[in-house]
């Protein structure tokens, strides 16, 4: 597992940094002006031969970026070899670092609270131990489409690396592509016929975000969670076998809308769904070919609209490439007839083997994948697991009976430790995608882990709904400015977005909500007459855990707009208006605890819905 390796200096002078690696760049490196934070290269000379203010080393550049003092450098200070792809070792990022480039001029307009805001924001971003890079490939694109350049979709630091690429070329030893999302390789041996597995997910860059605040297709046809896994099948002869499945949130205008409920407010306009749609099935065919779109959404109740829009859309794309089918699999599946799921891989059968998979030989191709299956449910996370790790071992199966390291009667269950290893990296694939767009693991892994679904697993999932709900309604806004900062979405500017006012009401039922907290845990630590279940006690938390229903119940009918957690970066344009009544009323105590400093409005940019 050991290949060419790269480091990179990282030298700064008073009014430039310098950025110099190891090997692959002669004598170039590259020069970042301190003020304007614009990229050029230059080639080693007596200019550069005084000694540095200061050097840092790292392992890759993954860009830079403009906060409002100027521009800092993003930088990965620690790698882990998870594994291999052939003889390129793939690293796992295990450490960032986030470096001022900018000189100590204050610009105008800056605050430094916001710009702290802004560096913590973009460390949490990067804090998710679920990059990849390698030196030796391109991991932003699959086995079959390594010489087609970069991925621009799954290029997930594209928009850091930007500067670096219009300065050097994206070809550049200085540029290092980036995917998010998960990689595991895995060694097999099964009858003396030994195997790396390996499996990778790239997570699409374009309408990335949360759970409930990134939802359907924008007007260009990107669609929330979208993200492609490939199935590698990598012999130690050199030979390689690959399968790829899609997944994405359905491509239509739609959005649940967080509003403490259990389940949100769902909204669609099927109206203008339909040029959204078009475009995102056309760009799937003009890079797989052929399309078959497996929609898992119930057909009855809440789901309901949302799988007649999909369909009605289905109907109207006229494209022989394209193809639908709409398996309900809570209706199947319920009642833990988990095995019922057959009825779709039957269903899928024909098509799936037209498309076939990936093959090299001896560095021959010996055929390609020709079409894929793009699977969604609501969120893309739980039911779709459960659908591709399916499809996985099945094309894991055709792969090693054509190989002839299995039998044409041999399933992959005939061999215990190859099924359990296929399971468990497949559960890990689930709970990594999941918790990058969800918060949390994902639900119903216990059937991918052991093949049937458990009461224990479904007390784990409502254990995980109950998180979802709660990161969904309180903590979700915050995260989706991380995501939007890295990516590019938004982009810093003069104006405060962080500095927010709440009206009267809704602080004063905030601090109601903490009289409640306090008295509560009053009656918890220090119970009247010493005993938590006597009459008195009981009758007290009763009474302060009413109000404390009351108060939810207000908030919930007139205050999502202000005390649900939403993005404060990019407006959200479905975010309920503010209601503001009493606004005369001053509440000095609860004013001290929840009014920032400074006043500004809010930021005017708007996301597509």
């Known amino acids: 597992m050991v290949t060419a390796q790269q480091t990179f200096k990282v030298s700064f002078y008073p009014t430039t940094v310098t950025i110099e690696a190891s090997r692959g760049s002669s004598d170039t ?22 000694s540095p203010l200061r050097t840092l080393s790292a392992h890759g550049i993954m860009g830079l970026i403009n906060l409002q003092r100027g521009p800092y450098v993003v930088l990965i200070t620690g790698r882990e070899a998870v594994g291999t792809i052939g003889s390129s070792t793939v690293y796992r990022v295990s450490a960032t670092r986030v470096v001022r480039v900018a000189d100590d001029r204050t610009p105008s307009g800056f605050d430094a609270a916001d710009e702290a805001t802004y560096v913590r924001l973009l460390e949490n971003a990067l804090q ?8 030796d490939m391109d991991l932003t694109c699959s086995l079959q489409r390594q010489d087609s350049g970069s991925n621009d979709v799954f290029f997930f630091n594209k928009y850091l690396a930007e500067p670096i690429i219009n300065a050097v070329g994206s070809q550049s030893v200085f540029v290092l592509p980036v995917i998010h999302g ?6 097999v041996e099964v009858r003396g016929t030994r195997f790396n597995y390996v499996l990778v997910t790239r997570r699409g860059r374009y309408r990335q975000g949360t759970r409930y605040l990134s939802r359907g297709a924008d007007a260009e046809g990107h669609v929330s969670n979208y993200a492609e896994t490939e199935q590698i099948v990598d012999f130690s002869s050199g030979d390689q076998m690959a399968y790829v499945q899609v997944r994405g949130s359905i491509p239509i205008m739609w959005a649940q809308v967080p509003n403490m409920h259990y389940v ?6 099927v109206n203008a769904s339909h040029e959204r749609f078009q475009t995102h099935m056309t760009r799937m065919i003009d890079e797989y070919n052929e399309v078959v779109a497996v ?57 799936n083997t037209r498309f076939g998979y990936y093959e090299k030989k001896a560095s021959h191709v010996q055929r390609q994948q020709l079409g894929v299956v793009r699977t969604n449910c609501m969120d893309c996370l739980d039911r779709t697991n459960v659908v591709q790790s399916e ?10 009976r054509s190989s002839h390291v299995i039998e044409q009667t041999e399933s992959v269950s005939s061999f215990p430790l190859l099924r359990q290893m296929l399971n468990n990296v497949w559960a890990d694939n689930a709970d ?11 639900l119903k892994t216990d059937f991918t882990r052991t093949g049937k679904r458990t009461y224990m697993g479904a007390l784990r999932d409502g254990r995980n709904s109950v998180e979802r709900y709660v990161r969904g309604n309180f903590f979700d806004g915050e995260r989706q400015d991380s995501i939007d900062l890295l990516l590019g979405a938004y982009r810093v500017q003069a104006s405060r977005p962080f500095a927010q006012t709440l009206s009267s009401e809704a602080r004063a039922l905030v601090g109601t909500i903490y009289v409640c907290l306090f008295m509560l845990a009053y009656a918890f630590f220090y119970p009247r007459n010493h005993s938590w279940f006597g009459i008195s006690n009981v009758a007290f938390v009763g009474a302060w855990c009413g109000v404390l229903c009351l108060v939810f119940c207000v908030v919930r009918a007139k205050h999502t707009a202000e005390l649900v957690n939403w993005p404060r970066l990019v407006a959200h344009p479905m975010r309920p208006q503010v209601i503001k009544t009493n606004a005369s009323i001053k509440l ?9 400093s400074a006043q500004s409005a809010r930021p005017s940019g708007k996301k597509f819905a």
């Open 295 to 351: 929609n898992l959404i119930n057909k009855v109740k809440y789901e309901k609209p949302m799988g007649d829009a999909f369909a009605a859309l289905s109907a109207q794309m006229k494209s022989p490439q394209y193809h639908y089918v709409h398996f309900d699999f809570h209706k199947e599946c319920s009642r833990m007839r988990w095995d019922r799921i057959s009825l779709l891989m039957d269903e899928l059968s024909s098509l």
């Open 588 to 596: 000095p105590i609860v004013d001290r605890w929840l009014e920032p």
């Open 182 to 187: 998960f990689f595991a390789c895995k060694p």
């Open 264 to 269: 949100p407010e769902l909204r669609i306009d």
């Open 128 to 135: 998710t131990p679920s990059f990849y890079f390698s030196y």
């Open 391 to 400: 499809l996985a071992r099945l094309a894991l199966e055709w792969q090693l």
């Open 29 to 50: 490196h590259l020069v970042v002006d301190r003020t304007t934070g614009q990229v050029t290269t230059a080639s080693s000379s007596p200019a550069f031969s005084a």
């Open 432 to 442: 990594t995608v999941s918790c990058a767009y969800s918060g949390t693991g994902a």
